[in-house]
């Protein structure tokens, strides 16, 4: 695990206090990455953008809206926003839908049901569409987990803006300053600082080549992170959970 000596890494002080913990979803929950980006790339293809492995890892974290605006500027494309994400959408959710390996990340569970146990609040917080959040979310059996799931169409700017987590940090009732992110891509944790949240970088090889430096701490693996629970300064509190509407 890395720290982050520049943030003072999450910090044990009275005004560091750990009130609630919202987890990014794909590359966080499940490994579901490398799926969105066989699925990325035969839609790129289809639309005849040339795509590096370099460019596409820039796009995690981002919504689908924003990735496929950026390719439509950056290579030159004729075709309408409109049309290329319905288009991608469509096979996004169908593939998802009928894949037979969605399962939740090693040991993800016993941390989230640790975290009730302790009555801390947790959220998703997902630049993926709601129903594909939903999809996932029901695939997988982490659902019964989650009364709060925030997406990145509710926001005005997905991430690497801090909208989508100040308003999960407004939902679930915590002070931004007491609440903690799981991410896995620079786009995410760019977006939990922004929001003046800690953050605690997943390494998930399954995400791409992504710039984790700016988190408080670093994890390949939430049995990394177990490791470290009696440490980290976590008090439960008991905020109003209102459901997503």
């Known amino acids: 695990?890395?720290?982050?000596?520049?943030?003072?890494?999450?910090?044990?002080?009275?005004?560091?206090?750990?009130?609630?913990?919202?987890?990014?979803?794909?590359?966080?929950?499940?490994?579901?990455?490398?799926?969105?980006?066989?699925?990325?790339?035969?839609?790129?293809?289809?639309?005849?953008?040339?795509?590096?492995?370099?460019e596409h890892h820039t796009y995690v974290g981002v919504t689908l809206e924003s990735m496929w605006q950026q390719v439509l500027d950056k290579h030159q494309l004729t075709v309408s926003l409109e049309e290329v994400f319905a288009y991608h959408q469509h096979n996004v959710m169908q593939t998802m839908l009928a894949h037979a390996n969605l399962t939740a990340m090693p040991s993800v569970e016993r941390w989230l049901s640790w975290l009730h146990e302790q009555h801390i609040p947790i959220a998703v917080a997902s630049s993926s569409p709601r129903a594909l959040i939903d999809l996932i979310m029901d695939k997988t059996g982490?659902?019964?987990?989650?009364?709060?799931?925030?997406?990145?169409?509710?926001?005005?700017?997905?991430?690497?803006?801090?909208?989508?987590?100040?308003?999960?940090?407004?939902?679930?009732?915590?002070?931004?300053?007491?609440?903690?992110?799981?991410?896995?891509?620079?786009?995410?944790?760019?977006?939990?600082?922004?929001?003046?949240?800690?953050?605690?970088?997943?390494?998930?090889?399954?995400?791409?080549?992504q710039d984790l430096s700016k988190a408080d701490l670093q994890i390949s693996s939430y049995d990394e992170l177990w490791t470290l629970k009696d440490t980290l300064p976590f008090e439960a509190s008991s905020p109003s959970l209102a459901k997503l509407r």
Do not use: W
Not at 177 to 183: G, Q
């Open 1 to 54: 695990m890395v720290a982050n000596q520049e943030f003072g890494g999450l910090g044990a002080t009275d005004d560091a206090i750990i009130q609630a913990v919202i987890f990014d979803m794909d590359g966080v929950l499940i490994d579901s990455e490398p799926i969105y980006f066989e699925i990325e790339r035969s839609s790129f293809a289809h639309f005849g953008a040339v795509m590096t492995d370099e």
């Open 142 to 209: 982490l659902g019964r987990y989650f009364e709060v799931r925030m997406t990145g169409e509710e926001v005005t700017n997905g991430k690497p803006a801090p909208d989508i987590f100040l308003t999960t940090a407004e939902m679930i009732g915590a002070s931004p300053s007491n609440c903690l992110v799981i991410e896995d891509s620079r786009n995410g944790v760019q977006a939990a600082k922004s929001a003046g949240m800690r953050c605690i970088g997943y390494r998930n090889p399954g995400s791409g080549n």
